[in-house]
Protein backbone atom coordinates (compact mmCIF):
# COMPACT_ATOMS: atom_id res chain seq x y z
CA UNK A 1 0.00 0.00 0.00
CA UNK A 2 0.87 3.52 -0.96
CA UNK A 3 1.57 6.58 1.83
CA UNK A 4 -1.40 8.09 -0.14
CA UNK A 5 -3.34 5.16 -0.39
CA UNK A 6 -2.59 5.29 3.44
CA UNK A 7 -4.14 8.42 3.84
CA UNK A 8 -7.05 7.87 1.54
CA UNK A 9 -7.80 4.98 3.47
CA UNK A 10 -7.84 7.31 6.77
CA UNK A 11 -10.16 9.57 5.01
CA UNK A 12 -12.44 6.63 5.33
CA UNK A 13 -11.88 6.86 9.54
CA UNK A 14 -13.32 10.08 9.92
CA UNK A 15 -15.98 11.31 12.07
CA UNK A 16 -19.52 9.81 10.91
CA UNK A 17 -21.26 13.13 11.96
CA UNK A 18 -18.86 15.33 9.48
CA UNK A 19 -19.32 12.54 6.77
CA UNK A 20 -23.30 12.93 7.53
CA UNK A 21 -22.86 16.89 7.35
CA UNK A 22 -21.04 16.85 4.12
CA UNK A 23 -22.49 14.32 2.06
CA UNK A 24 -26.21 14.61 3.39
CA UNK A 25 -26.53 18.29 3.34
CA UNK A 26 -27.59 20.82 0.22
CA UNK A 27 -23.90 22.51 -0.37
CA UNK A 28 -25.81 25.13 -2.83
CA UNK A 29 -25.35 28.45 -2.30
CA UNK A 30 -27.33 31.01 -1.36
CA UNK A 31 -27.47 33.44 -4.51
CA UNK A 32 -28.92 29.91 -6.12
CA UNK A 33 -31.63 29.79 -3.56
CA UNK A 34 -32.83 33.86 -3.44
CA UNK A 35 -32.53 32.94 -7.47
CA UNK A 36 -35.60 29.94 -6.87
CA UNK A 37 -37.34 31.75 -4.59
CA UNK A 38 -37.64 34.68 -6.41
CA UNK A 39 -38.57 32.85 -9.60
CA UNK A 40 -41.39 30.75 -7.63
CA UNK A 41 -42.75 33.95 -6.17
CA UNK A 42 -43.18 35.20 -10.08
CA UNK A 43 -44.88 31.51 -11.07
CA UNK A 44 -47.25 31.55 -8.24
CA UNK A 45 -48.15 35.59 -9.45
CA UNK A 46 -48.22 34.51 -12.91
CA UNK A 47 -50.55 31.53 -12.06
CA UNK A 48 -52.79 33.72 -9.67
CA UNK A 49 -53.77 36.13 -12.39
CA UNK A 50 -55.54 33.09 -14.45
CA UNK A 51 -57.16 31.26 -11.37
CA UNK A 52 -58.52 34.48 -10.54
CA UNK A 53 -60.58 35.10 -13.26
CA UNK A 54 -61.53 31.50 -13.53
CA UNK A 55 -62.77 32.18 -9.55
CA UNK A 56 -64.51 35.26 -10.67
CA UNK A 57 -66.25 33.68 -13.92
CA UNK A 58 -67.28 30.92 -12.13
CA UNK A 59 -70.86 29.19 -12.24
CA UNK A 60 -72.05 27.78 -8.97
CA UNK A 61 -71.32 23.54 -8.80
CA UNK A 62 -71.71 21.45 -5.93
CA UNK A 63 -69.13 21.23 -3.80
CA UNK A 64 -67.15 18.00 -3.35
CA UNK A 65 -66.60 16.85 0.15
CA UNK A 66 -62.84 15.98 0.69
CA UNK A 67 -61.88 12.68 1.86
CA UNK A 68 -59.03 12.05 4.19
CA UNK A 69 -57.50 8.79 2.40
CA UNK A 70 -54.39 8.96 5.17
CA UNK A 71 -56.10 7.84 7.95
CA UNK A 72 -55.13 5.27 9.68
CA UNK A 73 -58.34 4.05 11.63
CA UNK A 74 -59.56 1.16 9.83
CA UNK A 75 -63.31 0.87 9.41
CA UNK A 76 -65.24 -1.62 7.42
CA UNK A 77 -64.82 -0.15 4.37
CA UNK A 78 -61.31 0.25 5.12
CA UNK A 79 -60.47 -3.67 4.89
CA UNK A 80 -58.30 -5.29 2.68
CA UNK A 81 -60.45 -7.92 0.44
CA UNK A 82 -61.87 -10.47 2.95
CA UNK A 83 -61.45 -14.12 2.15
CA UNK A 84 -63.99 -16.28 4.15
CA UNK A 85 -62.60 -19.34 5.68
CA UNK A 86 -63.91 -22.40 3.06
CA UNK A 87 -64.07 -24.68 6.07
CA UNK A 88 -66.80 -24.90 8.02
CA UNK A 89 -65.67 -24.45 11.59
CA UNK A 90 -67.69 -24.11 14.67
CA UNK A 91 -65.38 -23.38 17.44
CA UNK A 92 -61.76 -23.33 17.88
CA UNK A 93 -61.43 -23.03 21.12
CA UNK A 94 -63.54 -23.43 24.61
CA UNK A 95 -63.03 -21.15 27.74
CA UNK A 96 -62.87 -21.94 31.38
CA UNK A 97 -63.64 -18.08 31.88
CA UNK A 98 -67.06 -17.04 31.53
CA UNK A 99 -66.26 -13.36 30.58
CA UNK A 100 -64.46 -14.96 27.34
CA UNK A 101 -66.77 -15.50 24.48
CA UNK A 102 -66.28 -17.82 21.67
CA UNK A 103 -66.95 -16.43 18.28
CA UNK A 104 -68.85 -19.43 16.75
CA UNK A 105 -69.43 -20.33 13.01
CA UNK A 106 -68.05 -16.65 11.53
CA UNK A 107 -63.98 -17.31 11.65
CA UNK A 108 -62.92 -15.45 9.01
CA UNK A 109 -59.45 -15.67 7.41
CA UNK A 110 -58.54 -11.98 6.70
CA UNK A 111 -55.95 -11.49 4.04
CA UNK A 112 -53.21 -8.58 4.74
CA UNK A 113 -51.86 -7.39 2.13
CA UNK A 114 -47.99 -7.39 2.50
CA UNK A 115 -46.73 -10.57 0.83
CA UNK A 116 -43.39 -10.27 -0.32
CA UNK A 117 -42.13 -9.67 -3.60
CA UNK A 118 -39.05 -11.33 -4.14
CA UNK A 119 -36.68 -11.91 -1.10
CA UNK A 120 -36.83 -9.73 1.64
CA UNK A 121 -39.94 -8.95 4.59
CA UNK A 122 -42.44 -6.75 4.53
CA UNK A 123 -42.63 -4.32 7.09
CA UNK A 124 -46.63 -3.17 6.92
CA UNK A 125 -47.98 -5.96 6.88
CA UNK A 126 -50.64 -4.46 10.17
CA UNK A 127 -50.53 -1.01 8.83
CA UNK A 128 -54.50 0.03 7.50
CA UNK A 129 -55.63 -3.56 8.24
CA UNK A 130 -58.03 -4.53 11.79
CA UNK A 131 -54.66 -4.08 14.27
CA UNK A 132 -54.50 -0.14 14.35
CA UNK A 133 -51.33 0.18 15.52
CA UNK A 134 -50.73 3.72 17.45
CA UNK A 135 -52.56 6.86 17.63
CA UNK A 136 -50.48 9.56 19.39
CA UNK A 137 -51.41 12.42 21.05
CA UNK A 138 -49.28 15.26 21.82
CA UNK A 139 -50.10 17.12 24.86
CA UNK A 140 -48.17 20.05 25.69
CA UNK A 141 -47.52 19.40 29.82
CA UNK A 142 -43.55 18.75 28.79
CA UNK A 143 -41.88 17.03 32.01
CA UNK A 144 -38.89 14.80 32.54
CA UNK A 145 -38.44 11.98 34.70
CA UNK A 146 -35.66 9.77 35.95
CA UNK A 147 -36.22 6.13 35.30
CA UNK A 148 -34.25 2.94 36.98
CA UNK A 149 -34.08 0.00 35.37
CA UNK A 150 -31.61 -2.42 35.08
CA UNK A 151 -29.32 -0.48 37.54
CA UNK A 152 -29.26 2.45 35.77
CA UNK A 153 -31.17 6.03 35.99
CA UNK A 154 -31.33 7.76 33.65
CA UNK A 155 -33.81 10.93 32.87
CA UNK A 156 -36.26 10.70 30.01
CA UNK A 157 -38.03 13.57 28.62
CA UNK A 158 -42.21 13.11 28.09
CA UNK A 159 -42.68 12.68 24.53
CA UNK A 160 -46.44 12.26 23.72
CA UNK A 161 -49.32 9.60 25.22
CA UNK A 162 -50.33 6.61 22.92
CA UNK A 163 -53.07 4.21 22.73
CA UNK A 164 -51.17 1.03 21.26
CA UNK A 165 -52.94 -2.33 20.35
CA UNK A 166 -50.83 -3.69 23.00
CA UNK A 167 -52.49 -2.17 26.29
CA UNK A 168 -56.07 -1.52 27.00
CA UNK A 169 -55.00 1.70 27.88
CA UNK A 170 -53.28 5.36 27.61
CA UNK A 171 -49.22 4.90 27.95
CA UNK A 172 -47.53 8.13 28.70
CA UNK A 173 -44.14 7.82 26.54
CA UNK A 174 -40.93 9.30 27.92
CA UNK A 175 -37.53 9.17 25.87
CA UNK A 176 -34.08 9.58 26.11
CA UNK A 177 -31.63 9.42 23.51
CA UNK A 178 -31.64 5.35 23.00
CA UNK A 179 -33.64 4.89 24.70
CA UNK A 180 -37.57 5.11 25.84
CA UNK A 181 -40.14 4.22 28.79
CA UNK A 182 -43.89 3.57 28.52
CA UNK A 183 -46.06 4.07 31.61
CA UNK A 184 -49.45 3.55 32.03
CA UNK A 185 -51.14 7.01 32.21
CA UNK A 186 -53.28 6.35 35.30
CA UNK A 187 -51.58 4.29 37.72
CA UNK A 188 -47.87 5.08 36.41
CA UNK A 189 -46.76 1.46 36.29
CA UNK A 190 -43.77 0.72 33.44
CA UNK A 191 -45.54 -0.99 30.92
CA UNK A 192 -42.68 -0.80 28.16
CA UNK A 193 -39.03 -0.34 28.30
CA UNK A 194 -36.81 -0.10 25.29
CA UNK A 195 -33.11 0.62 25.08
CA UNK A 196 -30.42 -0.27 22.22
CA UNK A 197 -27.90 1.93 25.38
CA UNK A 198 -23.92 0.93 24.88
CA UNK A 199 -22.88 -2.61 26.50
CA UNK A 200 -23.72 -2.65 30.00
CA UNK A 201 -23.13 -5.29 32.54
CA UNK A 202 -24.77 -6.04 35.66
CA UNK A 203 -23.24 -6.53 39.27
CA UNK A 204 -24.35 -10.16 39.26
CA UNK A 205 -23.07 -10.65 35.88
CA UNK A 206 -21.46 -14.49 35.71
CA UNK A 207 -18.47 -14.80 34.17
CA UNK A 208 -18.62 -15.90 30.98
CA UNK A 209 -15.73 -17.76 28.91
CA UNK A 210 -15.64 -19.53 25.10
CA UNK A 211 -16.83 -22.52 27.26
CA UNK A 212 -20.11 -21.28 28.11
CA UNK A 213 -23.20 -22.39 26.32
CA UNK A 214 -26.26 -21.34 24.86
CA UNK A 215 -28.05 -22.23 27.94
CA UNK A 216 -25.91 -20.55 30.05
CA UNK A 217 -27.01 -17.04 28.71
CA UNK A 218 -30.69 -18.21 28.69
CA UNK A 219 -30.18 -19.30 32.26
CA UNK A 220 -28.66 -15.39 32.72
CA UNK A 221 -31.22 -13.42 31.01
CA UNK A 222 -34.34 -15.36 32.55
CA UNK A 223 -33.07 -15.17 36.05
CA UNK A 224 -32.67 -11.24 35.94
CA UNK A 225 -35.81 -11.04 34.05
CA UNK A 226 -37.56 -13.28 36.70
CA UNK A 227 -36.17 -11.13 39.08
CA UNK A 228 -37.27 -7.55 37.13
CA UNK A 229 -41.78 -8.70 36.52
CA UNK A 230 -41.30 -10.96 40.11
CA UNK A 231 -43.08 -13.73 37.87
CA UNK A 232 -41.55 -16.94 37.09
CA UNK A 233 -40.70 -17.32 33.03
CA UNK A 234 -40.53 -21.01 33.12
CA UNK A 235 -43.72 -21.82 30.84
CA UNK A 236 -42.93 -18.51 28.96
CA UNK A 237 -41.76 -20.23 24.95
CA UNK A 238 -38.02 -19.40 24.16
CA UNK A 239 -36.41 -18.21 21.87
CA UNK A 240 -33.04 -17.53 20.82
CA UNK A 241 -31.14 -16.49 17.64
CA UNK A 242 -27.19 -16.38 17.40
CA UNK A 243 -25.19 -14.17 15.34
CA UNK A 244 -21.52 -13.44 14.88
CA UNK A 245 -20.85 -9.42 14.83
CA UNK A 246 -17.76 -7.83 14.04
CA UNK A 247 -16.18 -5.02 16.04
CA UNK A 248 -13.86 -4.24 13.35
CA UNK A 249 -11.27 -5.64 15.50
CA UNK A 250 -12.54 -9.79 16.80
CA UNK A 251 -15.77 -11.63 16.03
CA UNK A 252 -17.77 -12.74 18.70
CA UNK A 253 -21.47 -14.14 19.21
CA UNK A 254 -24.56 -12.04 19.88
CA UNK A 255 -27.83 -13.77 21.82
CA UNK A 256 -30.74 -12.15 21.10
CA UNK A 257 -33.25 -13.96 23.83
CA UNK A 258 -37.14 -13.40 23.43
CA UNK A 259 -39.55 -15.23 26.35
CA UNK A 260 -42.81 -14.96 25.00
CA UNK A 261 -46.29 -16.12 27.22
CA UNK A 262 -47.97 -18.66 25.36
CA UNK A 263 -51.91 -19.35 25.42
CA UNK A 264 -52.41 -22.81 24.18
CA UNK A 265 -48.64 -23.47 23.11
CA UNK A 266 -49.43 -20.01 20.72
CA UNK A 267 -46.86 -17.21 21.58
CA UNK A 268 -48.38 -13.70 22.40
CA UNK A 269 -46.94 -10.42 20.96
CA UNK A 270 -45.17 -8.30 23.80
CA UNK A 271 -42.55 -10.03 24.82
CA UNK A 272 -39.39 -9.68 26.75
CA UNK A 273 -36.13 -9.37 24.68
CA UNK A 274 -32.39 -8.80 25.82
CA UNK A 275 -29.74 -8.53 23.31
CA UNK A 276 -26.57 -10.35 25.04
CA UNK A 277 -22.77 -9.72 24.13
CA UNK A 278 -20.42 -12.69 24.87
CA UNK A 279 -19.12 -11.06 27.86
CA UNK A 280 -22.94 -11.05 29.13
CA UNK A 281 -23.34 -7.41 28.84
CA UNK A 282 -26.72 -6.08 27.30
CA UNK A 283 -26.72 -4.09 24.22
CA UNK A 284 -30.25 -3.96 24.03
CA UNK A 285 -33.80 -4.70 25.89
CA UNK A 286 -37.51 -4.71 24.95
CA UNK A 287 -39.52 -5.27 28.01
CA UNK A 288 -43.26 -5.25 26.91
CA UNK A 289 -45.84 -5.63 30.32
CA UNK A 290 -48.67 -6.79 28.77
CA UNK A 291 -50.44 -9.09 31.38
CA UNK A 292 -53.91 -7.02 31.62
CA UNK A 293 -54.46 -7.45 27.71
CA UNK A 294 -53.96 -11.15 27.38
CA UNK A 295 -55.54 -11.84 31.43
CA UNK A 296 -59.17 -12.83 30.06
CA UNK A 297 -57.94 -14.96 27.90
CA UNK A 298 -55.23 -17.04 29.47
CA UNK A 299 -56.87 -20.36 30.45
CA UNK A 300 -58.08 -20.40 26.53
CA UNK A 301 -57.69 -23.61 24.74
CA UNK A 302 -57.11 -22.78 20.93
CA UNK A 303 -57.00 -25.74 18.57
CA UNK A 304 -53.85 -25.07 17.01
CA UNK A 305 -54.66 -27.99 14.34
CA UNK A 306 -58.07 -26.25 13.24
CA UNK A 307 -55.92 -23.06 12.71
CA UNK A 308 -53.32 -24.43 10.75
CA UNK A 309 -56.14 -26.13 8.48
CA UNK A 310 -57.80 -22.71 8.36
CA UNK A 311 -54.61 -21.21 6.71
CA UNK A 312 -53.60 -23.52 4.81
CA UNK A 313 -56.56 -23.70 3.18
CA UNK A 314 -56.73 -19.99 2.19
CA UNK A 315 -53.21 -20.18 1.54
CA UNK A 316 -53.65 -22.36 -1.20
CA UNK A 317 -56.88 -21.06 -2.36
CA UNK A 318 -54.85 -17.75 -2.51
CA UNK A 319 -51.60 -19.68 -4.27
CA UNK A 320 -53.37 -21.43 -6.42
CA UNK A 321 -52.63 -19.44 -9.54
CA UNK A 322 -48.90 -19.20 -8.34
CA UNK A 323 -46.20 -22.21 -9.49
CA UNK A 324 -45.18 -22.35 -5.62
CA UNK A 325 -42.68 -25.72 -4.84
CA UNK A 326 -42.49 -25.44 -1.13
CA UNK A 327 -43.74 -23.73 1.71
CA UNK A 328 -43.16 -23.23 5.28
CA UNK A 329 -45.71 -24.54 8.40
CA UNK A 330 -47.44 -21.45 9.97
CA UNK A 331 -46.24 -19.41 12.53
CA UNK A 332 -49.36 -18.32 14.38
CA UNK A 333 -48.83 -15.22 17.22
CA UNK A 334 -51.45 -13.89 19.30
CA UNK A 335 -52.80 -10.14 19.44
CA UNK A 336 -55.12 -8.77 21.78
CA UNK A 337 -56.77 -5.53 20.78
CA UNK A 338 -59.98 -3.47 22.44
CA UNK A 339 -61.05 -6.87 23.95
CA UNK A 340 -60.70 -9.16 20.90
CA UNK A 341 -57.76 -12.02 21.05
CA UNK A 342 -56.92 -12.55 17.22
CA UNK A 343 -54.38 -15.15 15.77
CA UNK A 344 -51.88 -13.36 13.19
CA UNK A 345 -50.87 -16.19 10.99
CA UNK A 346 -48.43 -15.99 8.33
CA UNK A 347 -46.79 -18.59 5.87
CA UNK A 348 -43.88 -18.30 3.76
CA UNK A 349 -43.33 -20.25 0.77
CA UNK A 350 -41.15 -20.30 -2.70
CA UNK A 351 -42.64 -20.32 -6.01
CA UNK A 352 -41.27 -19.90 -9.80
CA UNK A 353 -41.64 -16.44 -11.83
CA UNK A 354 -40.14 -16.15 -15.35
CA UNK A 355 -37.56 -18.62 -14.06
CA UNK A 356 -36.69 -17.01 -11.00
CA UNK A 357 -37.10 -18.05 -7.79
CA UNK A 358 -39.25 -15.89 -5.38
CA UNK A 359 -40.30 -16.20 -2.09
CA UNK A 360 -44.04 -14.74 -0.92
CA UNK A 361 -45.28 -14.45 2.01
CA UNK A 362 -49.19 -14.64 3.13
CA UNK A 363 -50.21 -13.33 6.75
CA UNK A 364 -54.32 -13.59 7.84
CA UNK A 365 -55.65 -12.43 11.02
CA UNK A 366 -58.37 -14.66 12.56
CA UNK A 367 -60.82 -13.58 15.54
CA UNK A 368 -60.60 -16.25 18.15
CA UNK A 369 -62.39 -15.09 20.94
CA UNK A 370 -63.37 -11.89 22.84
CA UNK A 371 -64.41 -10.22 26.20
CA UNK A 372 -68.20 -10.39 27.04
CA UNK A 373 -68.96 -6.98 27.61
CA UNK B 1 -38.41 4.82 9.67
CA UNK B 2 -35.92 7.34 11.76
CA UNK B 3 -32.29 6.36 12.14
CA UNK B 4 -32.79 5.52 15.57
CA UNK B 5 -35.84 2.83 14.90
CA UNK B 6 -33.36 1.13 12.26
CA UNK B 7 -30.45 1.15 14.71
CA UNK B 8 -32.70 -0.61 16.81
CA UNK B 9 -33.90 -3.25 14.20
CA UNK B 10 -30.10 -4.29 13.76
CA UNK B 11 -29.89 -5.05 17.62
CA UNK B 12 -32.48 -6.92 17.72
CA UNK B 13 -31.59 -9.45 14.75
CA UNK B 14 -34.38 -8.32 12.79
CA UNK B 15 -33.75 -8.70 9.06
CA UNK B 16 -36.35 -5.76 8.57
CA UNK B 17 -33.31 -3.59 9.47
CA UNK B 18 -31.33 -4.28 5.85
CA UNK B 19 -34.78 -3.82 3.75
CA UNK B 20 -35.21 -0.34 5.76
CA UNK B 21 -31.33 0.69 5.16
CA UNK B 22 -31.80 -0.11 1.79
CA UNK B 23 -35.46 1.69 1.47
CA UNK B 24 -33.97 4.59 3.38
CA UNK B 25 -30.31 4.86 1.56
CA UNK B 26 -29.58 2.85 -1.45
CA UNK B 27 -29.47 5.51 -3.66
CA UNK B 28 -27.41 7.66 -1.37
CA UNK B 29 -25.11 4.45 -1.00
CA UNK B 30 -24.83 3.79 -4.70
CA UNK B 31 -23.61 7.25 -5.62
CA UNK B 32 -20.79 7.02 -3.30
CA UNK B 33 -20.10 4.01 -4.59
CA UNK B 34 -20.33 4.84 -8.34
CA UNK B 35 -18.00 8.30 -7.46
CA UNK B 36 -15.38 5.63 -7.08
CA UNK B 37 -15.75 2.93 -8.80
CA UNK B 38 -15.96 2.94 -13.05
CA UNK B 39 -19.69 0.59 -13.80
CA UNK B 40 -22.49 0.56 -12.16
CA UNK B 41 -22.43 -3.64 -11.61
CA UNK B 42 -19.60 -3.02 -9.29
CA UNK B 43 -21.25 0.22 -7.48
CA UNK B 44 -24.16 -2.23 -7.09
CA UNK B 45 -21.93 -5.36 -5.50
CA UNK B 46 -20.30 -2.35 -3.02
CA UNK B 47 -23.70 -1.35 -2.28
CA UNK B 48 -25.12 -4.62 -1.74
CA UNK B 49 -21.55 -5.86 0.18
CA UNK B 50 -22.13 -2.64 2.74
CA UNK B 51 -25.97 -4.19 3.98
CA UNK B 52 -24.27 -7.31 4.50
CA UNK B 53 -21.14 -5.48 6.56
CA UNK B 54 -23.57 -3.67 8.37
CA UNK B 55 -26.04 -6.45 9.66
CA UNK B 56 -22.54 -8.16 10.76
CA UNK B 57 -20.93 -4.72 12.65
CA UNK B 58 -24.30 -3.35 14.33
CA UNK B 59 -24.05 -4.66 16.87
CA UNK B 60 -21.86 -4.23 18.90
CA UNK B 61 -21.47 -1.15 16.93
CA UNK B 62 -23.89 1.77 17.49
CA UNK B 63 -23.08 4.89 14.82
CA UNK B 64 -23.68 8.14 16.07
CA UNK B 65 -24.77 9.00 12.16
CA UNK B 66 -26.11 6.14 10.58
CA UNK B 67 -25.55 7.80 6.88
CA UNK B 68 -22.45 8.44 8.03
CA UNK B 69 -21.14 4.77 9.17
CA UNK B 70 -22.98 3.18 5.99
CA UNK B 71 -21.09 5.07 3.60
CA UNK B 72 -17.76 4.78 5.25
CA UNK B 73 -17.86 0.94 4.49
CA UNK B 74 -19.11 1.61 1.16
CA UNK B 75 -16.42 3.91 0.36
CA UNK B 76 -14.08 1.47 1.93
CA UNK B 77 -15.41 -1.48 0.03
CA UNK B 78 -15.29 0.80 -3.45
CA UNK B 79 -11.80 1.56 -2.78
CA UNK B 80 -11.19 -1.76 -2.76
CA UNK B 81 -12.66 -2.94 -5.93
CA UNK B 82 -10.95 0.22 -7.32
CA UNK B 83 -7.43 -1.11 -6.42
CA UNK B 84 -8.09 -4.29 -7.73
CA UNK B 85 -9.06 -2.45 -10.96
CA UNK B 86 -5.77 -0.52 -10.98
CA UNK B 87 -3.93 -3.18 -10.70
CA UNK B 88 -5.96 -4.83 -13.70
CA UNK B 89 -4.87 -1.48 -15.62
CA UNK B 90 -9.05 -0.66 -15.52
CA UNK B 91 -11.12 2.18 -14.89
CA UNK B 92 -10.21 4.55 -11.58
CA UNK B 93 -11.20 7.85 -12.87
CA UNK B 94 -11.78 10.46 -9.84
CA UNK B 95 -10.67 8.56 -7.15
CA UNK B 96 -7.24 7.85 -8.66
CA UNK B 97 -7.02 11.51 -9.71
CA UNK B 98 -7.82 12.59 -6.09
CA UNK B 99 -5.40 9.84 -4.68
CA UNK B 100 -3.18 11.74 -6.59
CA UNK B 101 -3.81 14.89 -5.11
CA UNK B 102 -4.13 13.49 -1.41
CA UNK B 103 0.49 12.82 -2.33
CA UNK B 104 0.93 16.76 -1.90
CA UNK B 105 -0.45 16.22 1.80
CA UNK B 106 2.83 14.13 2.35
CA UNK B 107 6.48 15.50 2.43
CA UNK B 108 9.09 14.09 -0.17
CA UNK B 109 10.55 11.36 1.45
CA UNK B 110 8.94 11.07 3.92
CA UNK B 111 6.39 8.51 5.29
CA UNK B 112 4.07 7.81 7.78
CA UNK B 113 5.20 6.50 11.31
CA UNK B 114 4.54 2.56 11.50
CA UNK B 115 2.57 2.67 14.87
CA UNK B 116 0.25 5.08 13.49
CA UNK B 117 -2.91 3.13 12.73
CA UNK B 118 -5.23 4.13 10.34
CA UNK B 119 -7.63 4.35 13.34
CA UNK B 120 -5.44 6.88 14.86
CA UNK B 121 -4.60 8.81 11.58
CA UNK B 122 -8.37 8.69 11.04
CA UNK B 123 -8.70 11.27 14.56
CA UNK B 124 -6.35 13.60 13.69
CA UNK B 125 -8.19 14.12 10.35
CA UNK B 126 -11.35 14.75 12.24
CA UNK B 127 -9.82 17.70 14.41
CA UNK B 128 -8.21 19.34 11.03
CA UNK B 129 -11.25 19.20 9.90
CA UNK B 130 -13.70 20.30 12.65
CA UNK B 131 -11.46 23.33 12.61
CA UNK B 132 -11.93 24.26 9.59
CA UNK B 133 -14.58 26.77 7.87
CA UNK B 134 -17.86 25.14 6.46
CA UNK B 135 -17.03 25.15 3.00
CA UNK B 136 -13.37 23.93 2.83
CA UNK B 137 -14.45 21.38 5.05
CA UNK B 138 -17.34 20.13 3.30
CA UNK B 139 -15.06 20.39 -0.09
CA UNK B 140 -12.77 18.20 1.28
CA UNK B 141 -15.28 15.50 2.23
CA UNK B 142 -16.80 16.12 -1.31
CA UNK B 143 -13.53 15.41 -2.98
CA UNK B 144 -11.00 13.20 -0.78
CA UNK B 145 -13.91 10.62 1.15
CA UNK B 146 -16.92 10.56 -2.01
CA UNK B 147 -14.00 11.66 -4.98
CA UNK B 148 -16.77 13.92 -6.28
CA UNK B 149 -15.14 15.50 -9.62
CA UNK B 150 -14.23 19.19 -9.69
CA UNK B 151 -16.96 20.13 -12.52
CA UNK B 152 -19.40 18.24 -9.87
CA UNK B 153 -18.13 19.79 -6.23
CA UNK B 154 -18.17 23.86 -9.12
CA UNK B 155 -22.08 22.84 -9.96
CA UNK B 156 -23.05 21.79 -6.35
CA UNK B 157 -20.89 24.47 -4.91
CA UNK B 158 -22.20 27.09 -7.16
CA UNK B 159 -18.48 28.43 -7.55
CA UNK B 160 -16.00 28.27 -10.48
CA UNK B 161 -13.88 25.23 -11.36
CA UNK B 162 -10.61 27.28 -10.36
CA UNK B 163 -12.09 28.72 -7.29
CA UNK B 164 -13.05 24.80 -6.04
CA UNK B 165 -8.89 24.16 -7.38
CA UNK B 166 -7.76 26.70 -4.88
CA UNK B 167 -9.58 26.26 -2.07
CA UNK B 168 -8.60 22.45 -2.28
CA UNK B 169 -4.82 22.80 -2.49
CA UNK B 170 -4.93 25.10 0.30
CA UNK B 171 -6.49 23.12 2.23
CA UNK B 172 -4.22 20.12 1.61
CA UNK B 173 -1.44 22.79 2.37
CA UNK B 174 -2.86 23.15 5.73
CA UNK B 175 -3.24 19.34 6.13
CA UNK B 176 0.37 18.68 5.75
CA UNK B 177 1.24 21.27 7.54
CA UNK B 178 -0.91 19.97 10.48
CA UNK B 179 0.21 16.62 10.03
CA UNK B 180 4.14 17.83 9.91
CA UNK B 181 3.21 19.26 13.34
CA UNK B 182 1.35 16.49 14.69
CA UNK B 183 4.20 14.26 13.60
CA UNK B 184 3.18 11.64 12.10
CA UNK B 185 5.73 11.25 9.26
CA UNK B 186 9.44 9.53 10.40
Same mark, same amino acid.
Given at each position: ?30 ? *? ?222 ? *? ?117 | ?111 ? +? ?19 ? +? ?52
Amino acid at each position: MTQSEFLQDAIGMIDESLVETALMTNPKPRR *RAVFFAVAACLTVMLLAIPVGILFANRTETPEVPIVDTTSVVSTQTALPPITTSPLPITSIGTTQSSPVLIIPEQYQALYLPGAMNGIGSSAGAYSGALLQGTKEYKKTNVAKQIFTVFETSGEYKYNNTRKTILYPYDVDVFMSSSSEVHQNAETGEIVWFYSVANPQKLSNCPIFTSESSESDYIAYAKSILSDLISESLDQYMVTVKTSRIHDGIKESTYY *RISFAKTISGIPCRGEYVIGIFEDGSFGMYSLKFNKEGFAPFEKLVIDKEKLDQIVMANYEMDTASLNVFSHESPEHWLYVEDGVLWAQSSIEYRYWKNDVEWVGEHTYMIKLAEVQR | MTDDKIIALYFERNEDAIQETKNKYSRYLLSVAQSIVSNQEDAEECENSTYFATWNSIPPNRPHSLSGYLSKITRNFALKKLRTQKTEKRGGGEALLSLGELNECIPASAAF +DENLTRENLGEILSAFLKELP +DTEQRLFICRYFRCDSIATLAQNFGMKESRVKVMLMRTREKLAKHLTEKGVFL
